[in-house]
């Protein structure tokens, strides 16, 4: 008896580059973001850091503002400032 294949599962879970095409950032912002808080979600798998595609889109959804006086974008970028601006 021959198995048929079924169609390929997607990723359950995205490494930082894939997870970075996903959101259309690059993966250094990403990167930044897992350092300083702000971004998605990460798993740590032994030394790997993966993202699921439930965990993005939550974040993406989540991220969703009217202006940036709003207090979603405020909580969002909460903690992500640049390097020199802000510190003594």
């Given at each position: 008896m021959v198995r048929k294949r079924s169609k390929p599962r997607p990723a359950r879970h995205l490494r930082t580059p894939q997870a970075a095409e996903w959101l259309g950032i690059s993966p250094r912002t990403l990167e930044r973001y897992r350092v300083i808080g702000g971004g998605p979600v990460f798993h740590k798998l032994g030394n790997?850091?993966?993202?699921?595609?439930?965990?993005?889109?939550?974040?993406?959804?989540?991220?969703?503002?009217?202006?940036?006086?709003s207090k979603n974008y405020i909580l969002m970028r909460a903690g992500v400032t640049r390097r020199g601006r802000g510190q003594s």
């Open positions: 790997r850091v993966t993202y699921t595609v439930a965990d993005l889109k939550e974040w993406v959804e989540n991220g969703i503002s009217k202006s940036i006086f």
